[in-house]
């Protein structure tokens, strides 16, 4: 049985050796003005290991990015992509071609979608019934009907979209990327945090917010999925208060003793510089991770106040409690793969929606209310779809199987376009037909918006400039963009 491993403030700041020292040591010299912002690398140079803000290539439309990433593969011909043909024809028999993950249970019937679509919104975009929040927000996101990966399987997919190679682990992920690239706004936080689930780890686990080569202090740090989220902020009640004052300024004072006895040592002074980034998140870190602080109108637009909204709405208003200070990436993963449904799609489906309309539609609205979306990328979806024919049986407890052939996500803030639809998927939802956005496709277009450019941003190692992309085909999409 998986075990969340404790998130600790010692393990907050001092996963690796060096990682976080860098971070202090950054934190430190930048608020002191000793530290200039580092713009891109030169030839053959990496940048240098900090988490210092650093200028972008070009001006960026987003600072910050959250993804709600929905593991398992959400049923877009139930959800986003409605099929009047593939209802028409419900039950009839598929002349294309298919590729199944679970042959034993293969069909090649037709199953037209058991519920209903409606045109949303001023724009008129047609969502499920499944989804009435999201809904309401039709004319604030843009819904990509287009999104194809090529391969079915949850892993294979998963790294292409994280890590710019098709079921490559051991790659940066696009969180790393993005931090990497451009540092972080946060004086108090990590740039890269990742809320994980009470039911367990997502599929694939670590490999989801991995730093590969880069650096250790570009990987996403993993917030305990309930409260507290960070162990041991608090010092013992002896060593609280001025005591803990005292302590720290004779720490500080034998620190700066030894450090001049030995100049030029990076790692000491980074350690030493923790230590008082340790002390500031003593603070910094209960405070942002304390929604109790929100309004109750506010707890309420989220779900807090419903049992089944509540866990993934606290997490998505503790995103937007992180982005607001100056945290640079933040992902929500949910537990294993809840929308992968196999079988029973009927009941599966509703009950994944309930639990995650209402908090992600929420997020966009209080982005919108406090003007942060125009400057928050908000990403919304998983690695792969579903078939638009049966799994097992046509009956009650029919399901769908994986489909990278075509699927929806929907973005929103951050320089794209509000209230359209891109792309197309054939007329029963099976292959994207129209406008087809790849993985890579995706990262070239988040980058592009955080002024980033895909090509530029690189990483030697292995003997090679590295990218996110890997020098794949890749276009930002610019028909998206605002």
Not at 72 to 79: A, E, Y
Not at 164 to 174: E, L, N, Y
Not at 207 to 230: A, D, M, S
Request: net charge positive.
């Amino acid at each position: 049985m998986w075990t969340e491993p404790l998130a600790t403030r010692r393990s907050f700041l001092a996963r690796t050796a060096g990682g976080v020292g860098f971070f202090a040591l950054a934190h430190l010299l930048q608020r002191e003005g000793l530290l200039a912002a580092e713009g891109p690398s030169k030839p053959g140079e990496n940048l240098p290991a900090s988490l210092a803000p650093r200028k972008p290539h070009f001006a960026p439309k987003a600072k910050a990015m959250i993804s709600l990433f929905m593991h398992g593969g959400p049923s877009h011909v139930d959800l986003f992509d409605p099929k009047p043909e593939l209802t028409k024809h419900s039950g009839q028999e598929y002349k294309g071609d298919v590729h199944y993950s679970f042959v034993n249970r293969a069909s090649k019937k037709l199953f037209g979608s058991p519920w209903t679509f409606a045109k949303r919104g001023r724009c008129g975009t047609e969502v499920s019934e499944l989804l009435p929040h999201t809904a309401g927000i039709v004319d604030d996101i843009c819904v990509v009907r287009s999104m194809h990966t090529g391969f079915n399987g949850h892993e294979v997919s998963i790294r292409y979209f994280h890590g710019g190679i098709a079921g490559v682990t051991g790659r940066p992920t696009m969180g790393s990327w993005i931090t990497y690239g451009l540092g972080s706004e946060a004086q108090n936080l990590p740039a890269y945090m990742v809320l994980s689930d009470p039911g367990g780890p997502p599929v694939d686990a670590a490999h989801n917010w991995n730093c590969g080569f880069l650096p250790p202090l570009y990987q996403g740090t993993v917030l305990r999925p309930k409260e507290p989220r960070i162990l041991n902020l608090d010092p013992p009640p002896d060593a609280a208060g001025d005591t803990q004052k005292r302590n720290l300024a004779l720490l500080a004072e034998l620190n700066s003793r030894h450090l001049a006895a030995r100049p030029g040592e990076a790692d000491l002074e980074a350690r030493i510089a923790s230590y008082e980034l340790a002390a500031a998140m003593q603070t910094a870190a209960k405070e942002a991770l304390d929604v109790s602080r929100e309004p109750e109108r506010v707890r309420v637009m989220y779900g807090l106040d419903r049992p089944e909204t509540r866990d993934y709405g606290t997490r998505c208003l503790i995103a937007r409690r992180l982005v607001e200070r100056g945290v640079r990436f933040v992902q929500i993963f949910l537990g294993n793969q809840p929308w992968d449904n196999h079988n029973s799609i009927r009941e599966g489906l509703p009950a994944i929606c309930r639990r995650t309309d209402q908090p992600a539609a929420a997020l966009v609205k209080d982005l919108k209310q406090r003007g942060l979306l125009d400057s928050t990328l908000v990403h919304w979806g998983g690695e792969i779809g579903r078939l638009p024919v049966c799994e097992g049986e046509l009956d009650a407890k029919a399901g769908r199987d994986h489909n990278g052939q075509g699927f929806t996500n929907w973005l929103a803030g951050g320089g794209i376009k509000p209230g359209i639809t891109y792309g197309e998927t054939d007329e029963v939802g099976h292959k994207a037909a129209v406008n087809v956005v790849t993985p890579n496709d995706f990262q070239a277009t988040v980058l592009h918006l955080l002024g980033l450019d895909h090509n530029k941003l690189v990483y030697h190692h292995g003997g090679r400039a590295q990218r996110l992309t890997d020098g794949r085909p890749a276009r930002v999409v610019s028909e998206i963009l605002a």
